[in-house]
């Protein structure tokens, strides 16, 4: 999602947030397999941290990525 293909799309997604990406999808497959394991509250703030910094950048690509689609 972050690599340009030149003459077909920009990047969906920034360099720039995939490692905030990267380690909420870690989380995802985590919790989804081991529910019943005890949280690492640490973790979870660390978490709680990438997703407010990921969040107004995940909007920010998704708004420069629709207006490269509607310009098709």
Known sequence: MTI???????P??????????IEL?????FRRYYFEVEYDWDRLD??????????????AD????LKFLRAL
């Open 46 to 59: 660390f978490l709680v941290r990438k997703l407010e910094q990921a969040h107004p950048m995940v909007q």
């Open 62 to 65: 998704m708004e420069r990525f």
């Open 4 to 10: 340009q293909i030149e003459g077909v799309r920009i």
């Open 25 to 29: 999808l870690k989380f995802r497959h």
């Open 12 to 21: 969906a997604v920034s360099e720039s947030n995939q490692g905030n990406l």
